[in-house]
T-cell receptor, first 115, second 111 residues
Framework: DTGVSQDPRHKITKRGQNVTFRCDPISEHNRLYWYRQTLGQGPEFLTYFQNEAQLEKSRLLSDRFSAERPKGSFSTLEIQRTEQGDSAMYLC?????????????FGQGTRLTVV | SQQGEEDPQALSIQEGENATMNCSYKTSINNLQWYRQNSGRGLVHLILIRSNEREKHSGRLRVTLDTSKKSSSLLITASRAADTASYFCATDPGNGNQFYFGTGTSLTVIP
């Protein structure tokens, strides 16, 4: 499978616990994004990496959230001290900018439920 | 905040009919992309239209873009039950650093 891969697909955690999600982008893509989507809404931008550099972060990314992309390959998104409001689908996307346009491809997402 | 807005929010049609969804956005863009999302799944990339393009086709999909009105439409011809999903437009303001999504159109195709 050469698409964007996310793991795990589902995560149920107790409030206050830490969780970590992984994203493996399409191999030749140098750009990687994290989005969050709640029920009935469109995806909301969280953060963006170009290679290993985290270049943009949304104000939605509170200090309990941290994302990394070591070596510019896979990425992890960690949420510390989870809250019920963190329950959402977390989507990862990757892209390769060509000809001034960027076509982003998404993974299947990780659905987080905080109980 | 989300820049795009899809219209209608929900659409129900019979199999074989055409489905049209509209997207309006607020600021200038470099391109606009349409995605499909089946319930509880990830987003599937459908088509990208550049700001200097007015129309683009891919199979049963036809996308138009009117940058003067800051709007785009997605037409699905000869719909099938498998087209049942939510459809989102996403705008790229220019640098590809982030994409702005609307709240989506929920399409139901009745067999």
């Amino acid at each position: 499978d050469t698409g964007v891969s996310q793991d795990p697909r589902h995560k149920i955690t107790k409030r206050g616990q830490n969780v970590t999600f992984r994203c493996d982008p399409i191999s030749e893509h140098n750009r990687l994004y994290w989005y969050r989507q709640t029920l009935g809404q469109g995806p909301e931008f969280l953060t963006y990496f170009q290679n290993e550099a985290q270049l943009e972060k949304s104000r939605l990314l509170s200090d309990r959230f941290s994302a990394e992309r070591p070596k510019g390959s896979f990425s992890t998104l960690e949420i510390q001290r989870t809250e019920q409001g963190d329950s959402a689908m977390y989507l990862c996307a990757s892209s390769l900018r060509t000809g001034g346009n960027t076509e982003a491809f998404f993974g299947q997402g990780t659905r987080l439920t905080v109980v | 905040s989300q820049q795009g807005e899809e219209d209608p929010q929900a659409l129900s049609i019979q199999e074989g009919e055409n489905a049209t969804m509209n997207c309006s956005y607020k600021t200038s863009i470099n391109n606009l992309q349409w995605y499909r999302q089946n319930s509880g799944r990830g987003l599937v990339h459908l088509i990208l239209i550049r700001s200097n393009e007015r129309e683009k086709h891919s199979g049963r999909l036809r996308v138009t873009l009117d940058t003067s009105k800051k709007s785009s439409s997605l037409l699905i011809t000869a719909s099938r039950a498998a087209d049942t999903a939510s459809y989102f437009c996403a705008t790229d303001p220019g640098n590809g650093n982030q994409f702005y999504f609307g709240t989506g159109t929920s399409l139901t195709v009745i067999p």
